[in-house]
């Protein structure tokens, strides 16, 4: 809730870090966070498919789960001439990215914000870009990083 106070509006509730599920290329980067209110966009990546670590804020377990979808996408050329975009299901994909944004959700709690984000690559990535999820597993759509033309 907003309060006023000399004549500036502050909100009362405290800043809850934002986890952002979003695959993308390199060494299959699948977990970014935003730690600090001022923190623009995703934040820095703290998770990959390399390799698990205990400071992850997920269990090795539900890592691996993570890994193998990161990996699958990471190990795609979506771009290339040879990308056969029948043989991708991009509903089944967001779908599992989804499911595991759930899954993390149910591990982190309310100490984290839970935002799944499509890849740029997905057709369909401007609909439904960017979902919170919900500590009852419910989505809640967010407006999309991208400016509007």
């Known amino acids: 809730m907003a309060t ?11 800043f809850v870090p934002i986890l952002t599920v979003m695959v993308d290329y390199g060494n ?16 820095g990546n703290i998770c990959d498919g390399s390799g698990w670590d205990e400071s992850f804020p997920m269990s090795e377990g539900l890592w691996r789960k993570f890994a193998d979808w990161a990996i ?10 040879d990308f056969d975009a029948s043989g991708w299901d991009w509903a089944a994909f967001d ?8 899954w ?12 799944y984000q499509k890849p740029c690559e997905d057709p369909d990535s401007r609909l439904d ?16 990083f991208r400016q509007v033309r």
């Open 104 to 115: 993390l959700k149910e591990e982190v709690g309310n100490a984290y914000r839970i935002v």
């Open 72 to 81: 699958e996408f990471d190990r795609t050329s979506f771009h290339s001439d």
């Open 4 to 14: 006023e106070v000399d004549g500036t509006v502050t909100d009362s509730q405290p």
């Open 28 to 43: 299959a980067p699948f977990l970014w966070c935003v730690g600090a209110p001022e923190q623009a966009g995703v934040g």
């Open 95 to 102: 779908e599992r990215g989804l499911q595991l944004s759930r």
């Open 129 to 144: 870009e960017r979902r919170e999820v919900l500590a009852d597993g419910a989505l809640v759509r967010l407006p999309s």
